[in-house]
């Protein structure tokens, strides 16, 4: 089935609507993310602080195919000038490429030039230069692939839980490089490169949740099934011939064939021992716990005093490996907010493992901490 999904794009791009391939159990959970993504206007924010303005508001340039005259021995005079000079033969780029028009002559001068000036780029701007590569399935010169990853190890160095890393990884995955035309030592860097930009990206940091770990700061949680489902796409069908298992580490490889779709289907059960548990450690506590039904979701654990739902969430209720909640719990928890009841999430594996009275002193401070 096809499906229409918006990119993470800025006003340089526009809006971009590739269509993708997918598999018709992932159609009521993408137009979930669809209907997410239309609430919020976060991402289309995304490169609104980091443009060059200038050049895109001049009339002459929008949607104007005859402006795009490329000079390949054009003298600038000044770096401004020059600055200016670069964001237009980009702008050209992504004309053509909202055009869809294959301008085989054009493109060559165009992508022999801003590969020639990669360095005058920065990363929103190379990432919009890799999707127009990947669009007009353009195969670059060995010298212009190690050009690209030295600016994009600098350009990441320091910049790796942005939003736009998401889509720089995609776009690199979908790259075309063959192997005759580049050195095992290239690919073997290149491979080490998006492992370590994987690692960061996909995998919470500090292994905390998704819904509070620092991820959620930069993109949303149906943004980053997205993005998932897309590596997955491309990891288990060997879309990206150059990218090599081996170098990838085990804990990101875990984790991409953990996260199945059945996954998705499954597993919407409470852990109704975990729940037990919970419950009497909350009557130790002089809680007064009460039993609520909303919206056909069972509520074991309903504090009417505080107004505050405990959600205890099990190994059985997250993705494998992960502290990450399966989007039946997500679905639950987003329903609760928005009903205005304080919620706490109690991960199982987050309880003290032995001792019952560590295990009450921590559920006392997570009530603490959310009530006061």
């Known amino acids: 089935m096809l499906g229409k999904r918006k990119y993470i794009h800025s006003k340089l791009v526009g809006k971009i609507k590739p269509n993708f391939i997918y598999n018709k159990q992932y159609n009521d959970f993408i137009s979930l993310a669809n209907e997410h993504d239309s609430k919020s206007g976060a991402s289309s924010k995304l490169y609104e602080n980091n443009t060059n303005k200038d050049l895109f ?16 021995n054009y003298e600038l005079n000044g770096q401004r000038n020059k600055d200016r000079y670069n964001k237009k033969i980009l702008k050209c780029l992504i004309l053509l490429k909202n055009k869809r028009k294959r301008d085989c002559d054009k493109l060559k001068l165009i992508s022999k030039y801003i590969f020639n000036n990669i360095n005058s780029y920065d990363i929103f ?33 320091n910049n790796k839980n942005d939003t736009v890393m998401y889509e720089l990884i995609l776009n690199l995955l979908r790259l075309k490089i063959p192997n005759e035309t580049v050195d095992t030592n290239f690919l073997f860097d290149l491979n080490i490169f998006l492992n370590n930009m994987l690692h960061i990206v996909i995998m919470p940091k500090g292994g905390s949740p998704m819904l509070n770990s620092s991820i959620n700061q930069n993109i949303s949680y149906f943004n980053y099934i997205y993005f998932v489902r897309e590596i997955q796409l491309i990891y288990h069908h060997g879309f990206c011939p150059w990218l090599n298992q081996k170098y990838l580490d085990t804990s990101i490889l875990q984790f991409l064939n953990s996260f199945q779709n059945f996954v998705m289907q499954q597993n919407k059960n409470l852990d109704y021992h975990f729940i037990n548990d919970v419950v009497n450690i909350l009557y130790k506590l002089n809680c007064q716990v009460n039993y ?14 505080f107004n ?29 907010k928005k009903l205005n009841y304080k919620v706490l999430l109690l991960y199982k594996e987050s309880l003290p493992p032995t001792n019952e009275q560590d295990k009450i002193n921590y559920i006392k401070k997570l009530l603490y901490d959310i009530i006061k």
Request: glycine share 2%; net charge negative; charged share 25%.
């Open 125 to 157: 701007e190379i990432t919009n230069i890799l999707y127009c590569t990947y669009f007009f399935s353009i195969i670059l010169k060995k010298e212009d692939l190690y050009k690209l990853i030295k600016r994009l190890k600098l350009l990441t160095f």
């Open 308 to 336: 505050l739902i405990i959600e205890c969430i099990s190994d059985k209720n997250t993705f494998e490996g992960t502290l990450i909640m399966t989007p039946y719990f997500l679905q639950r928890y987003n329903l609760f």
């Open 57 to 72: 508001e001049n009339e002459r340039y929008n949607n104007e195919e005859s402006q795009c005259v490329i000079k390949p």
């Open 292 to 305: 609520l039904s909303l919206y056909n979701y069972d509520i074991p654990i309903f504090i009417e005093e």
